[in-house]
């Protein structure tokens, strides 16, 4: 059974950082391109990060480039996401999920986790 465990989230004031963990079971975990999806109250969810299998290519969304990075280490069975200088805009419910075929939207993953609340006070 594929299970995907977020974990990592809190509450942390705008400027801070958070780090986010994904541990995988059920699957080839080095085999799949991994991605970060956040969804807040009232919005879809949107694409924030994903990490290619081998960990050299990396895709981040715009909001995020450059505060955000995304990392994996296969012999463990997990993703990570540092999240620094966080703002109140990046409050959310933050979801990992494995790519099944090309593309960042919510339909090219699957096996998502629960997800992890993120809550950034101003």
């Known amino acids: 059974q594929v299970q995907l465990v977020e974990s990592g989230g809190g509450l942390v004031q705008a400027g801070g950082s958070l780090r986010l963990s994904c541990a995988a079971s059920g699957l080839t975990f080095s085999s799949y391109t991994m991605g970060w999806f956040r969804q807040a109250p009232g919005k879809e969810r949107e694409f924030v990060a994903a990490?290619?299998?081998?960990?050299?290519?990396?895709y981040y969304a715009h909001s995020v480039k450059g505060r955000f990075t995304i990392s994996r280490d296969n012999a463990k069975n997990t993703g990570y996401l540092q999240m620094n200088s966080l703002k109140p805009e990046d409050t959310a419910v933050y979801y990992c999920a494995a790519q099944l075929r090309a593309g960042c939207g919510t339909d090219d993953f699957g096996s998502w986790g629960k997800g992890t609340q993120v809550t950034v006070s101003s």
């Open positions: 990490i290619a299998w081998r960990g050299g290519t990396t």
